[in-house]
Every structure is written in structure tokens, then in C-alpha cells.
């Protein structure tokens, strides 16, 4: 091909060739779109082995320059003795009770069922929210005002100012039955009203995102209301909102470490109290350590599903 003639395969966006079916699972895509090309999500797409090289090449390079600064600055000594001493580490990992601190490795578990207790909830609530939001009949007009309140006073309220106003107002209270649960409870309370606020505008953004013949479609065929919302609408809003919604859960998981503001000892207290006592900030580093493990699998899972919806839409696209 000489200098005249355009590339074939150049994109008329980008000028660089395009991946060709083959590269994206015989799916079309589109110039100019991003993603990797194979099975699942890469953080290495085209080029090969020299490619791989240069990536590897180019990390060990950054992370070596950054391991330099860190290990040449003039108090890295005290750092990595207040933050990541061997032995404060692992004393706070498995606790010691009778010196006065507890082992983050059994709160974080605590963090786990906060986190399990409010996944469904928020669920549950944020859905509802959504399908009020989204009623157009005029008997649920001051459902429609209140769910709209609702969700714009949560997501302007900071959640740290939630969970101080649940976790002293309600004991305040003094309520029979209410105003004596644990710290826990109440933590898990003010995350699914304040996630729930979040959460309904995600499940809203889904059942927007179907389309209304779908709906006409069911109707056509004799199906009530509620059993196209139930068999037609809401399969299909579900699918479109997985990722967004494993990322807010990602998000949740994380927030768990605020409700030690109230008291309960989770891994965050747990560290806290360790750290109150010696005077050695190593336990942040377990308790930071352990939230990686829990969120860096959901979120490389988050990744997958994105990169499966969008071969599947590609996939689509194409036929």
C-alpha cells in the first residue's frame, strides 16, 4: 500500500486500525470505543509479547521510583516503624484482650454481617423507593413527595452526620424496644437509609433504561401491569444495573468502618483502640489490608460483568 491510499482499517475517528471481529468475540465495535479486546477484562489488550514486555518494563520502573522516594525521604524510618512495624502488625491482627486491645482479624467480621444486614435491606428499600418514584397513579401522589424528599435529604446528608443522629438520637428516645439495641444495629440502620437514597436513583436509571415498546409489547399480549413490571421490566433493569450497584456495595462495604463512631468494635474500632495503647498506627495498616481483600474481589468480579454486558451489547450490535 503506498502513501496515497488510505488504510482500510484505519477508524474514521481514531486513524489507528480497528479490532477486528475476531479480536472481540466475532462482535462488532465500534471506532474509538474502549475495552480490551478477549475474554474479559485486561489490563493488557493487542500488541503481544512486546507489548507485555513494555507494560511489565514500564510498572517495575514506576513502582521501583516510588519504593525509592518512599524508602530515601527523611522520615521513612518513622514511618515504616509507626505504620508498618512486623510486630504491631501481627499483636493487633490476633489481639490480646487481657493488655487492653482487640484483634481487628475477628472485628472485621463484625464489618461482614453489618455489610450482609444492610446489602439486602438497601435492596429491598431502594427498590421500593424506586417503584413509588415511579408510579404514575394520582392516589400515590404524596408517596411520589415523600420518596422524593427522602431521597434528596439522604443524599445531602453525609452519612457520618446520619449514623451521630441515629446511633445518640434514637437512645435518646428511650422507645420500649427501640432505644436499647446495639451499636451495630444502629449503624446498619443509618447505611441502608442513607444508601437507600443511592441505591433507588440506580434502580430508577434501570427501569428508565428499558425501552417502552417493551412495555407495550407485554400489554399486547395481555399481561397485567404488575406482571410486566414483575416478568418484563424489571429482569431487564436488573441486568443493566449490576455493576453500578456491586460498586455502591463496594462503597458500603467500606462505610462499615464509620459505624465505630458509635462504639462497636469492627476492625476501624478495633485498630483504633490498639493503636490508642501502644501509640503505633500499625493496626490501620492490618485493618486497611483486610478491606482490600474483601473489595478488590468484587471489584475485578464488577469489571467482568461490565466487560460481559458490553461484548453481549457488541454482540448485538452486530446482528
Known sequence: MDGSEPDPRAGPFTGFPDASPATIGGAWQPPGSFGAAGRGPRLLSGGG?????????????????????????????????????????????????????????EAIWLNIRMFLAAEVLILGLALFIALIRQSVSPVLFPFRVLSLIYVDFFRGVPLLLVLLAIGFGVPALRLPGVSTQSAAIYGVAALVLSYSAYVSEVYRAGLNSVHRSQTAAARSLGLSQST??????????VRNIIPPLLNDFISLQKDTALVSTLGAIEANGA?????????????????????????????????????????????????
Do not use: C, E
Not at 410486566?228 to 433493569?237: D, E, F, G, W
Not at 495498616?285 to 478488590?296: D, K
Not at 469489571?303 to 448485538?316: H, P, Q, V
Open 49 to 105: 509479547r512486546r507489548a507485555t514486555a513494555v507494560s511489565t518494563v514500564s510498572t517495575l520502573v514506576v513502582l521501583g521510583v516510588l519504593v525509592a522516594i518512599f524508602l530515601l525521604a527523611p522520615g521513612s524510618k518513622q514511618v515504616r516503624h509507626v505504620f508498618f512495624n512486623p510486630t504491631d502488625m501481627w499483636q493487633s491482627l490476633i489481639g490480646n484482650p487481657k493488655k487492653g486491645y482487640y484483634s481487628v482479624g
Open 228 to 237: 410486566t413490571l414483575r416478568y418484563v421490566i424489571l429482569p431487564q433493569a
Open 271 to 319: 485498630a483504633q483502640i490498639y493503636s490508642s495503647t501502644v501509640f503505633n498506627y500499625s493496626s490501620y495498616t492490618v485493618a486497611a489490608i483486610l478491606f482490600l481483600i474483601l473489595t478488590i474481589p468484587l471489584a475485578r468480579f464488577t469489571d467482568r460483568l461490565i466487560d460481559r454486558d458490553r461484548r453481549r451489547r457488541l454482540a448485538g450490535a452486530s446482528t
